[in-house]
């Protein structure tokens, strides 16, 4: 068993003020190539703190940091394992070199930068601890690997657009594919599941284990996500058949909330089945966000005619096309409303399908009768098709819209199944 | 000087599929009440992992672990913090009662579990290490404070639901008190800033600085986040003078791009400065987020009239009343067509500000004259007044997207404000 820790420096994260997307990024690459990971561990850009953490993990077989690696004072990193490792620190004057090419590049843009300065901050970057191999820039920082008495250290920089391809690369380099070599490969599936509660799952896996399926060679974690389930597993390629037992134990017992099998997305999924057809929506509570969920994916023009927000009685009527007495006598929300809507979103754009939202999203505006969290959702197809389904959405506002989108996109897949039979 | 260490505990957060929200928030809390953080590590559910996190943040004065606390068997906090504290698990007799009272109310929506699986579960819950603080539970877990010959452990749920008001109450707890009271307090400002790059920022601190202006006592973290500058200062009571010389500083060289002072964001201040007025948006490349960026906060309903997603040439033209013409003469992404964007959305939903974008948003669509991310924009008021702008926008398509937003909310501020003079 090969195990990692992951270093991630700098105060701005350990401060909460950014997210850290280097942590998830690098753990779900250290699981693909069968390392299991120990820690990760955030420290921000103090020097004793940052070797704490490198000592903390000494007896691991990798290390991987990020950050740290700018111009400035505060950027740490390289010293710190030059001093973890043992190795003196060496000015790599052909490093420095290449660094300046760059920086050169983009100096019309930083006029207020001085030419002794650009060099300075250069001359830092390229003093790296003697022996290590390096990483070349993808922005101006060199990545490097280091040898170390304990753990080898691969010190990536921090912008993730940056520390993505660079560590691709490293895995190229021969020190990291011997060890990757050493770790074997483990294999990684996910089941995704919707409308089903946690606890099922739950109930699930140990009936399985019961009726006798092995899963002590799976690693499995559930996950509760933007409404959805995923069953995330991982296990030695000779574990497979234990796997194939676990999934159709799902299939057998959930099939009709199990949605993907091999990891693709609901929003995937939905493209996938949109190709060739037209779609629009008229969407009340979610804002603009059902619209805005269909319109992320590059390519989404090709079938996203476009939306109608109607939160006020008056646009739902001039614009979707909602008869005002449909309105007064059922509600703003209702499932009038909303398949009202979903029709108007069709004839208005001429599409062949309409997606109608309308619901309570609070904090205000709910009712004993329709409370905070009540939405009704109608999917429409011009063929006379359609799905109509009113849903108590538990959470905040932010919530409530967020679900209600994902909600839609499960439906719209199952009218899109149905109409493709 | 106090010092805490976070313990962030879970496969799912280790393994990069959920995001840890705790770590970031308990941060946020820990600054304020002017105590200095040392390290967020984030484990797994292994018992050896847990418990040389906590021998590695021995040397702190309180570590706080997050998680780990339900009935299941990969739930291990307590036991490890009870196993680090040298003090024995019993069974609390009283806290048992009380959770089961919580279990009975939900139990109407679990028919699937036993009475002997919730009494089980519940057990596990209410064996903690002797001598510990009981946090009531605010979901089904409790937390507790568990005193160490080390550092201090508070131990809290995983939900940040449970976990934020837990805090809260620990706060108030006489141990935790006693802690805080030895921090002292930490003044926290947040200045922001929008259209400055983050290097003028850098260039401005080291030029007060050679100024004279004292921020050798500030605690300074500048970071870019979704397209503005955030300066974060902490500092001591003491140092509130030179906390002035700095926010005058920066005022003084970047005042048309400093917005806010006050921590409010730009969200905010639109919310505010709309009150009392009515806006509709007609968006093309930012497909309904737009819309949805406005409609996110409570009581919009009030000021949003609706909004207009006009993806495809005949909608502009058939919903804002784009002419025809205009889009075959200047081209769909084009300064004229987000005015008439902006004016049809005056116009059609008889408001009194509309908003125009259109945009290549990519990552197709591009060409020489009007590449990826080039937005055009159109602020427009029923009375005349207008801010037109057209920027290009760094980053995928996501990420022009929703700097589209913000740019949108900042030309809106302005006029805004200047409707109000």
């Not at 753990?27 to 953490?53: F, K, N, P, T, Y």
């Not at 284990?209 to 296990?235: S, Y």
């Not at 932010?398 to 679900?403: F, G, P």
Request: hydrophobic letters at 45%; one cysteine or more; charged letters at 25%.
């Amino acid at each position: 068993m090969i195990r990692a820790g992951i270093v991630v420096t700098g105060t701005e994260v350990l401060a909460g003020i950014i997210a850290d997307r280097n942590g998830p990024w690098l753990s779900e690459r250290l699981r693909e190539r069968g390392i299991q990971l120990a820690h990760i561990l955030v420290v921000g850009d103090r020097r004793a703190d940052l070797r704490a953490a490198l000592d903390f993990l000494s007896d691991l077989d990798l290390v991987i940091t990020s950050g740290g690696l700018g111009p400035t004072a505060d950027d740490l990193t390289a010293e710190v394992v030059g001093e973890f490792a043992g190795r003196p620190m060496v000015l790599d004057e052909a490093l420095e070199e290449r660094i300046l090419a760059i920086l050169r590049r983009f100096r019309a843009r930083w006029r207020n930068y001085s030419d002794e300065a650009l060099r300075a901050g250069n001359r830092k970057q390229a003093i790296i601890p003697e022996g290590a191999s390096i990483l070349e820039p993808v922005g101006t920082a060199p990545g490097l690997i280091v040898p170390t008495p304990g753990p080898l250290v691969l010190v990536l920089p921090g912008p993730p657009g940056e520390l993505q391809p660079m560590w691709e690369t490293a895995t190229e380099t021969e020190p990291l594919r011997a060890l990757l070599a050493r770790a074997g490969a483990l294999e990684q599936r996910m089941l995704r599941l919707f409308g089903v509660p946690e606890s099922e799952i739950a109930l699930t896996l140990r009936a399985l284990e019961q009726d006798g399926v092995p899963l002590e060679r799976l690693e499995i974690t559930t996950c509760l996500r933007r409404g959805e389930i995923e069953i995330a597993t991982v296990f030695a390629p000779e574990a497979e058949a234990d796997y194939e037992a676990l999934a159709a134990g799902v299939r057998a017992r959930h099939g009709d909330s199990l949605f993907s099998e091999d990891g693709s997305s609901i929003d995937e999924l939905v493209a996938g089945l949109l190709a060739d057809r037209t779609i629009a929506v008229a969407e009340s509570c979610t804002g603009g966000l059902m619209a805005g969920r269909l319109t992320d994916r590059a390519g989404s023009s090709a079938y996203v005619l476009g939306g109608l927000v109607v939160y006020s009685n008056g646009a739902k009527t001039a614009f979707a096309g909602v008869p005002a007495e449909l309105i007064e006598r059922h509600g703003a929300v209702s499932p009038e409303v909303a398949a009202a809507l979903a029709d108007g979103a069709i004839a208005r754009f001429g599409a062949e399908l309409g997606i109608g939202i309308t619901g309570v999203a609070g904090p205000g505006g709910g009712s004993a009768e329709k409370p905070v969290g009540l939405v009704c959702f109608s999917i429409a197809h011009a063929g006379g098709e359609r799905i109509d389904r009113t849903l108590q959405l538990p959470g905040d506002r932010a919530m409530v819209r967020e679900r209600a989108t994902t909600v839609a996109m499960h439906l719209l897949r199952r009218l899109l199944l149905s109409l493709a039979r």
